[in-house]
T-cell receptor, first 115, second 112 residues
Framework: DTGVSQNPRHKITKRGQNVTFRCDPI?????LYWYRQTLGQGPEFLTYFQNEAQLEKSRLLSDRFSAERPKGSFSTLEIQRTEQGDSAMYLCASSPTAGDTGELFFGEGSRLTVL | TQLLEQSPQFLSIQEGENLTVYCNSS?????LQWYRQEPGEGPVLLVT?????EVKKLKRLTFQFGDARKDSSLHITAAQPGDTGLYLC????????????FGGGTRLMVKP
């Protein structure tokens, strides 16, 4: 396993369109996280799954944002009716549960540009 | 939401100089992590500190967790151009470390 994989790496869309990002975590990791990072800032927590259960979603930025992890493996983050303010890097991370040191293993991110 | 403030935001130094980056909060964290992020990549963990007053060394990097577990510092000795990057501190909101709150980052540039 080469690590957390995210795609697409770059997405350019027009305002009002829907976009979906996919994250494939490290295979033995139970936990999966989504973060948003705007230019020059640290990552901002969005949501978190343990297996298929979404344990925290109150920090999703608006009801236009939703995430799923239906089989407890890969996850998708969807943004509906995109706005220019949604332009950012969307980072996915995973971590194991057993022997948890708290370390998050991040993917390379999906950069969204909304025109 | 617990907030972490990092300072300075930007730092440009010459190769061989020493530097310290600070991470401060008014809240207590169960643990604190430092990550380094290079352009176009995700953050990569450097160290985790758990115990108040703990000091960890990683080659030329020294990390300290404050006694009250509200603040941390990263000191780099004899900086090298390869140290250039964005340094992020992140606090764990519970002992499982499953939700990290990140600071705004310190962008370091080390000039040869």
């Amino acid at each position: 396993d080469t690590g957390v994989s995210q795609n697409p790496r770059h997405k350019i869309t027009k305002r009002g369109q829907n976009v979906t990002f996919r994250c494939d975590p490290i295979s033995e990791h139970n936990r999966l996280y989504w973060y948003r990072q705007t230019l020059g800032q640290g990552p901002e927590f969005l949501t978190y799954f343990q297996n298929e259960a979404q344990l925290e979603k109150s920090r999703l930025l608006s009801d236009r944002f939703s995430a799923e992890r239906p089989k407890g493996s890969f996850s998708t983050l969807e943004i509906q009716r995109t706005e220019q303010g949604d332009s950012a890097m969307y980072l996915c991370a995973s971590s194991p549960t057993a022997g948890d040191t708290g370390e998050l293993f991040f993917g390379e991110g999906s950069r969204l540009t909304v025109l | 939401t617990q907030l972490l403030e990092q300072s300075p935001q930007f730092l440009s130094i010459q190769e061989g100089e020493n530097l310290t980056v600070y991470c401060n909060s008014s809240s207590v964290f169960s643990s604190l992590q430092w990550y380094r992020q290079e352009p176009g990549e995700g953050p990569v963990l450097l160290v985790t500190v758990v115990t108040g007053g703990e000091v960890k060394k990683l080659k030329r990097l020294t990390f300290q967790f404050g006694d009250a577990r509200k603040d941390s510092s990263l000191h780099i000795t004899a900086a090298q151009p390869g140290d250039t990057g964005l340094y992020l501190c992140a606090g764990a909101e519970n002992n499982a470390g499953n939700m990290l709150t990140f600071g705004g980052g310190t962008r370091l540039m080390v000039k040869p």
